[in-house]
């Protein structure tokens, strides 16, 4: 089983719709969590944390569900410009003590006019 | 700030030529990572440095790929001898931390090995 695994898509969603995915996570001891939005050809780029209590900004919520284990992005009212791919990150402190992050291969979003 | 720098943006070589990356992090971030990207593996994490220290190399693929970073301003990602399966965009990211800080990316290299 992957560390973190991500459905792929594409998910073509038409405008002003809502769309959800997740990111499910192997490693029980994971502790931070993190939605990264990647255009085409360009970096990633940190969309936001996920805190155990779920968080909001603006039209995005983002959810955790430790006893399931996965990270939930929710996208309102969305926006031509939110196409791109959604990208889970997962963290954790390995057996050695170093800390260990590994990103989902992501999620690709089309919003069609 | 300027954000991640890496250079070159572009690189195309021939099998069996060495290759280097290189990246200066955000000043002040004491955090160093040096990422691959495939259409087929996604993103991975090859290496981190923590004050110009190698923490976690166990992403490094095999011996052909080595990355040092002498000083907290500047680190380098090479290959040699390359080969075409190599061909990927690698990303170099800075941080305050690994655990809960965000990580912030350069633009990258796409890197073509024929």
């Known amino acids: 089983r992957k560390e973190v695994e991500q459905d792929p898509g594409p998910f073509n969603v038409p405008e002003g719709a809502t769309v959800a995915f997740n990111c499910t996570y192997s490693?029980?001891?994971?502790?931070?969590f993190f939605w990264y939005r990647q255009d085409c050809r360009k970096e990633p780029k940190l969309l936001m944390s996920v805190y155990s209590s779920g968080n909001e900004d603006g039209r995005f919520t983002a959810q955790l569900n430790r006893a399931s284990q996965y990270i939930s992005l929710l996208i309102r009212d969305s926006k031509l410009s939110d196409s791109a791919t959604y990208l889970c990150?997962?963290?954790?402190?390995?057996?050695?003590?170093?800390?260990?992050?590994?990103f989902g291969t992501g999620t690709r979003l089309t919003i069609i006019p | 700030d300027a954000g991640v720098i890496q250079s070159p943006r572009h690189e195309v070589t021939e099998m069996g030529q060495e290759v280097t990356l290189r990246c200066k992090p955000i000043?002040?971030?004491?955090?160093l990572f040096w990422y691959r990207q495939t259409m087929m593996r996604g993103l991975e994490l090859l290496i981190y440095?923590?004050?110009?220290?190698?923490?976690?190399d166990s992403g490094m693929p095999e011996d052909r790929f080595s990355a040092k970073m002498p000083n907290a301003s500047f680190s380098t990602l090479k290959i040699q001898p390359s080969e075409p399966r190599d061909s990927a965009v690698y990303f170099c990211?800075?941080?305050?931390?690994?655990?809960?800080?965000?990580?912030?990316f350069g633009p990258g290299t796409r890197l073509t090995v024929t």
């Open positions: 990150v997962v963290t954790f402190i390995s057996n050695f003590g170093n800390e260990k992050l590994t």
């Open positions: 490693n029980s001891a994971s502790q931070s």
């Open positions: 000043s002040g971030h004491d955090y």
């Open positions: 990211a800075s941080s305050l931390g690994v655990v809960s800080y965000e990580q912030y």
């Open positions: 440095f923590n004050n110009n220290v190698p923490i976690d």
